[in-house]
């Protein structure tokens, strides 16, 4: 599934450096970590730089964060049904399973010719579950599931040298859902 996904990736790259003025195109992958919510995240991005508009030097890229909470975030040997009886106390909502979702990343060129600044915007959806506590069982319930649509934003830089005629690019971004995220990957 994963090397479907990154043959989406490059045709979609592939895709917008033809239809535009770009010097070149990119492709990465990467991770990072939300110390807020205690959560990993890969992210995959495709896009193209060097887009000259006017007196710009501009990047366009498009993104796909995973976040994958699986069910630890329920307290254990929580039940997938509501609670059996009227005496249950709502303890909190959790997120479940994977948090997926797509960005936008708009930079323009700052400082040098290999460096720019990035905006990112999107938006994620992900399982929301209420849990509710039943002292009459002494167990925990999954009173209901919704699905929750969250929105995405933050900035980064983007650096793409040419390092022993290897042409690898590095990113580093900074975004509410996944946190400090690194990118690496390779342009053309």
């Given at each position: 599934m994963l090397i479907r996904f990154v043959a989406v990736l490059a045709g979609l790259s592939l895709l917008i450096c033809i239809h535009s003025n770009a010097n070149a195109g990119y492709l990465?992958?990467?991770g990072g970590y939300?110390?807020?919510n205690e959560q990993a995240s890969?992210?995959?991005?495709t896009g193209e730089y060097g887009v000259e508009l006017g007196d710009f030097d501009l990047l366009f890229g498009i993104g796909f964060p995973i976040i994958p909470y699986g069910d630890k975030n329920l307290p254990?040997?929580?039940i997938e049904s509501e609670c059996p009886n009227?005496?249950?106390?709502?303890?909190d909502s959790e997120y479940k399973g994977?948090?997926?979702?797509g960005y936008v990343k708009i930079g323009i060129r700052f400082l040098t010719d290999s460096l720019y600044l990035n905006l990112i915007g999107g938006a994620t959806v992900v399982t929301e579950s209420e849990i509710v506590y039943s002292a009459a069982t002494d167990r925990y319930y999954?009173?209901?599931?919704?699905?929750?649509?969250?929105?995405?934003?933050?900035?980064?830089?983007?650096f793409f040298p040419e390092i022993m005629d290897?042409?690898?690019?590095?990113?580093?971004d900074y975004d509410n859902r996944r946190g400090i995220t690194g990118l690496v990957g390779f342009y053309w």
């Open positions: 990465a992958a990467g939300n110390t807020e890969a992210s995959f991005e254990d040997d929580t009227d005496n249950c106390i709502d303890k994977t948090e997926m979702g999954e009173e209901s599931s919704d699905t929750v649509t969250n929105t995405l934003y933050g900035a980064g830089f983007g290897w042409q690898l690019m590095f990113m580093l």
